[in-house]
């Protein structure tokens, strides 16, 4: 929260910003929690940050969606079946490497993680509510500010637009290549 108590001393601005970063990280969590209670989801969270993480970066390997999603290579490679069985995928050659595989948003599941976050935002929506023009002026410039720092692009209609900065489809993987087909991964 802001300060406001003008008999304290200015904080400096690597505090503040130190703080602050802290203050956001905590309030995307519960806000997240929040919102998930909220729509009754029973998906895992892994589920969504993936395809998010595809429809914002676009393709890449399984070890680089990984890592983005922030998730071993064994539990994205279940991920990876599961959401390949849903259709919400496409596996393609990496025509760097034919013995690896990139993997890309398939249109439904971009539709699917645009329904989930449409229903997240329509539970949050009533908690919002009433905001002045200037407090949501605020918000927009708040996540425009996050996605730039975060590496995330700039802000669009259906996602975000990749940023140069972040493009884990080029980041080096390991010298052992992908199996053709993911589930031949051993299980975690």
């Given at each position: 929260m802001p300060r406001?108590?003008?008999?304290?001393?200015?904080?400096?601005?690597?505090?503040?910003?130190?703080?602050?970063?802290?203050?956001?990280?905590?309030?995307?969590?519960?806000?997240?929690?929040?919102?998930?209670?909220?729509?009754?989801?029973?998906?895992?969270?892994?589920?969504?940050?993936?395809?998010?993480?595809?429809?914002?970066l676009g393709p890449m390997r399984l070890g680089a969606l990984a890592r983005a999603s922030r998730v071993s290579q064994p539990t994205m490679t279940k991920l990876v079946h599961t959401l390949d069985e849903r259709g919400w995928i496409r596996r393609t050659p990496d025509p760097e490497d034919a013995r690896a595989w990139l993997i890309a948003a398939d249109p439904k599941g971009l539709a699917a993680v645009a329904a989930?976050?449409?229903?997240?935002?329509?539970?949050?929506?009533?908690?919002?509510?009433?905001?002045?023009?200037?407090?949501?002026?605020?918000?927009?410039?708040?996540?425009?500010?996050?996605?730039?720092?975060?590496?995330?692009?700039?802000?669009?209609?259906?996602?975000?637009?990749?940023?140069?900065?972040?493009?884990?489809?080029s980041a080096p993987e390991s010298s052992v290549s992908e199996p053709e087909h993911p589930q031949e991964h051993p299980a975690e």
């Open positions: 406001t108590d003008s008999s304290q001393p200015a904080e400096e601005p690597a505090a503040r910003l130190h703080r602050l970063l802290g203050e956001l990280v905590a309030v995307n969590n519960r806000l997240t929690r929040l919102a998930v209670s909220a729509v009754g989801e029973t998906e895992s969270p892994a589920v969504w940050r993936t395809l998010g993480v595809l429809r914002d989930w976050r449409e229903s997240v935002a329509t539970a949050l929506a009533p908690r919002f509510a009433g905001l002045a023009e200037a407090d949501l002026d605020a918000l927009d410039r708040a996540v425009a500010i996050v996605h730039e720092r975060a590496g995330l692009g700039e802000v669009s209609g259906e996602g975000r637009t990749p940023a140069s900065a972040a493009e884990p489809a």
